[in-house]
């Protein structure tokens, strides 16, 4: 669910934005996107990487990447967004049954605290 609070910050007024679900993955090396959302919105790809899957095994698949902004909203309205700017991600198709469009990686996580607790069943993502 998206907080009511969430709104576009004055300096991406004049760009594309879309808010999304993601799902926070600390087994994903880099963040990844679903193609279909990318392509919908008009990306272009700046280049392309190898990307290891159980599914690929030894064979890595090329996949494209993209730059793009990325905000993780915050709970409440008197906190601020997490925005990374110029953020190179992968394309994969998650959007189909997941849930989510964005797989948030190590390479956004490493950037914040992330504190699992088990027994609440919660999680807690400082910044």
Do not use: W
């Amino acid at each position: 669910m998206v907080p009511d609070h969430a709104m576009v910050p004055e300096d991406v007024a004049n760009h594309t934005v879309r808010v999304t679900r993601g799902l926070l993955d600390t087994g994903a090396n880099r963040t990844c996107v679903d193609a279909t959302l990318l392509r919908s919105l008009g990306f272009t790809p700046t280049g392309s990487i190898d990307m290891f899957t159980s599914s690929t095994g030894n064979a890595p698949a090329r996949v494209p990447t993209f730059d793009l902004d990325l905000a993780l909203i915050a709970t409440f309205p008197s906190e601020p967004n997490l925005v990374f700017r110029n953020q190179s991600v992968m394309a994969m198709h998650l959007a189909e049954g997941q849930g989510f469009q964005v797989l948030i990686g190590r390479d956004l996580l490493s950037k914040c605290l992330l504190v699992y607790n088990g027994k609440e069943k919660s999680f807690t993502l400082a910044y």
